[in-house]
């Protein structure tokens, strides 16, 4: 066993809801061989990559295969329909099919709670009982059912109330005595602003309390908005094609990976793990035989943190989404997300607007914070920049203070002026 295998390798429980006892390396050795002999596009993957079944012995075995991404899974649905050969059972023996924008095909398969979200709610703090107000959509894409079968399988009652309509939202929440929320962090502001609109308090006039919401960035500032006004809120993480792959508990210290989901964090470039702390792609494998796909590349970048959480879970935790691969470059090795840089210096009030050049001499790349400050600049400002930078980044950069309107309204976040010839 690697050591990378020895972090997966975590026994995680939920009380309640997420039981069962075979490790990651365990369920990867059967479901690839399951795949090998039932999906013709795994096989295809395997036997292109010189490895058999028997050669995934775990998780670091994975790094052997390649990645597949959303482009290439549209392709192969183009090119042998309708599911690309990645279709692990007869397609009769599906319970649904959307298609998500691409377009691509999700299959759904018969199992309950098959998107594996139930232990996301349970530690979001569902109940049997829960009357929840699903604000997702139920058509073409997976997301509203996603949640809806998670809660009804905890035993939560489910109101599937779509999006839009915020005004009829408010009324069916009140008057059946809503108690939870899944939807987007945004569309759950909407609806307690609309129900203060209408008069009503949110704390005593509606009873959602809690709220699992997924499916765009919560940005802190929305998390604290939401919470001023009664209702606690946990984040997930998943895709259409692989369902749940990260959940908060009640620590808040970063997204659980569920224990039937291994997720590797790859330098996209060469599809090598990179160290536990660093930012890179999360790739995702899920223990699931109706769709194997086998390191599944989500296009999202994030990093892995490794160390016990307070809440009993020993699964390692993706500490946050930081944006999309393509946003970033990399500098000195790193990532470098503009988000990443606008978290970090939003903390300095003094800041109006920044922009990040890359740069590169004697082979070695160069990083300089531009930033434009409100009137005259404290003279320690620049080196509480680099050191805040610094911390995040794992890049030490150069900072250039610049006078007020230096820097443009529409000015990119990241300049990338490298030339590599
Ligand atoms: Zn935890």
Redesign the pocket.
């Known amino acids: 066993m690697t050591d990378l295998d020895a972090h997966f390798d975590a026994r995680v429980d939920t009380p309640g809801v997420d039981t069962g006892a075979a490790s990651q390396a365990s369920w990867l050795r059967d479901l690839v061989a399951y795949a090998y002999a039932n999906a013709p596009a795994v096989r295809r993957i395997l036997d292109e990559a010189g490895v058999v079944p028997d050669d995934v012995t775990g998780v670091g075995a994975l790094e052997r295969l390649p990645i597949t991404r959303k482009d290439e899974l549209l392709k192969l649905q183009r090119a042998e329909p309708p599911f690309g050969g990645f279709l692990g059972v007869p397609i009769g023996e599906l319970g649904r099919v959307f298609m998500s924008p691409g377009p691509l095909f999700d299959p759904q398969g018969k199992e309950p709670d098959y998107w594996r979200f139930g232990p996301a709610l349970h530690a979001a703090g569902f109940e049997p009982g829960d009357v929840v107000l699903n604000a997702c959509a139920y058509t073409m894409t997976p997301l509203g059912l996603m949640f809806d079968e998670a809660a009804r399988h905890i035993g939560c009652v489910v109101l599937p109330s779509g999006v839009g309509n915020t005004e009829l939202q408010v009324d069916m929440a009140r008057r059946m005595g809503a108690t939870a929320y899944c939807g987007t962090p945004s569309f759950l502001k909407i609806v307690l602003d609309k129900a203060m609109e209408q008069g009503f308090d949110p704390r005593s006039d509606l009873g959602i309390r809690k709220a699992f919401v997924a499916a765009e960035m919560l940005p802190e500032s929305l998390r604290v908005a939401i919470e001023d006004l009664g209702t606690s809120v946990r984040q997930g993480y998943g895709t259409a094609d692989l369902g749940c792959l990260g959940y908060e508990?009640?620590?808040l210290?970063g997204m659980?990976v569920p224990r039937n989901a291994i997720v590797e964090i790859v330098d996209p470039t060469t599809g090598r793990n990179v160290p536990a702390g660093e930012p890179g792609e999360v790739v995702a494998t899920v223990n699931r035989t109706t769709y194997p796909l086998l390191r599944f590349g989500t296009g999202d970048l994030s990093a892995l943190e490794l160390t016990p959480?307070?809440?009993?879970?020993e699964s390692p935790?993706l500490v946050r989404i930081m944006g999309r691969v393509g946003d970033a470059v990399k500098v000195r090795g790193m990532f470098v997300h503009p988000r990443q840089v606008t978290d970090v210096l939003a903390r300095f009030s003094e800041i109006e607007r920044h922009q990040i050049v890359v740069t590169r001499a004697d082979h070695r790349d160069a990083m300089l914070a531009r930033v434009q400050t409100f009137g005259d600049p404290p003279s320690n400002l620049a080196e509480r920049i680099r050191d805040a930078l610094w911390d995040v980044l794992h890049v030490r950069p150069d900072v250039e203070m610049v006078p007020s309107g230096t820097i443009p309204d529409d000015a990119p976040p990241i300049v990338d002026q490298r030339t590599w010839d």
């Open positions: 508990c009640s620590e210290t659980h959480c307070a809440c009993g879970r935790r």
